[in-house]
């Protein structure tokens, strides 16, 4: 059971909010959820969530704001567009959680302080995908205020297996973009490898054989490569997703790039073209099966 009664606000239910929200329900939170499709988060509400009609009703009935959406620009519309910013009480904390780069948490936190000085603002994107978010397992990479950590212990340890605390606002959204970088890279040995084998005759099955089990693939990419050569792209880290998050990376890094990450944007971003934006990012397989890459 919560540790606390505070009650918990969830703004956006999508693949991830909506197993954040499943994760604080299953610990005995109260939670609020709000998405702009409403029938995202109807069965929340079977779970025993409350689902208010805007997210500025969702603001004013929580002490702790989660919002958990696809870009700044969507967390700055539920901010202003949809009044939340101006809807929660004094004391709040607002947990931002979307995965939304340097210049977006700056913009954030700027907002919050020039219009609500009274309101926390925790800078807390997760690392995980669908899975996890539903079992409570994300990484969350957390960074404001100490006084705010035991308010949101409770929730974080709902959602998340792992909360790493790293400084000041904006701290939590630089080492999500290492993350990030990361788990691109680890994506990308993955479809290649299994691309190349495809194309020297080999069957996933056969990598599967040869690697799945060996100390150089980790889980997550042993699961992977289990969902490849099952033929399921399903998402659960949506291609589009994970590509915005790898230009997040390369607009951090400015004018000390990094060619082999822009390589891969650019890779990427043709895959998505030719389709597969909203599968998984594994199904840059595919891509790489039918095209070779960037031309």
């Known amino acids: ?62 002490t702790i704001v989660v919002t958990m959406v696809t870009d700044a620009d969507a967390v700055r519309s539920i901010a202003r567009d949809q009044d939340m910013l101006a809807a929660l009480g004094a004391g709040t904390i607002w947990a931002q959680m979307s995965t939304i780069g340097l210049a977006g948490i700056e913009q954030v936190a700027a907002m919050v302080d020039l219009e609500r ?21 994300l990484t969350i990479f957390a960074a404001g205020p100490d006084e705010a950590r035991p308010r949101v212990t409770p929730l974080f340890d709902a959602l998340g297996d792992r909360t790493i605390w790293v400084g000041d606002v904006g701290a939590g959204s630089r080492l999500k973009l ?56 399903s998402a659960q880290f949506a291609l589009a997703h994970a590509l915005k998050d790898v230009r997040l990376a390369l607009q951090a890094a400015g004018d000390h790039g990094f060619p082999t990450l822009a390589c891969l944007a650019d890779e990427w971003q043709q895959a998505a073209e030719h389709g597969l934006a909203h599968e998984d990012l594994t199904a840059v397989t595919r891509e790489l ?7």
Not at 19 to 42: C, D, F, K
Not at 117 to 137: M, N
Not at 289 to 295: L, V
């Open 117 to 137: 000085p009274d309101v926390t603002l925790l800078d807390a994107p997760v690392s995980g995908s669908k899975d996890p978010a539903e079992q409570g397992q």
């Open 1 to 62: 059971m919560a540790r606390t009664q505070e009650p918990v606000a969830v703004l956006g239910t999508g693949t991830m909010g909506h197993g954040m929200a499943a994760s604080a329900l299953r610990a005995g939170i109260p939670t609020v959820v709000w998405n702009r499709h409403a029938e995202a988060a109807q069965d929340l509400v079977q779970l025993g969530a409350e689902l208010a009609p805007t997210a500025a009703d969702a603001a004013r009935q929580a």
């Open 289 to 295: 099966e039918k095209h070779g890459g960037p031309s």
């Open 178 to 233: 290492v993350n990030n970088t990361w788990v691109a890279f680890a994506a990308e040995a993955v479809a290649t490898s299994v691309a190349l084998a495809r194309r020297l005759g080999f069957e996933a099955e056969t990598v599967v054989e040869a690697l799945g089990d060996g100390p150089i693939v980790s889980p997550w990419q042993a699961a992977k490569l289990r969902r490849i050569a099952d033929d399921e792209y």
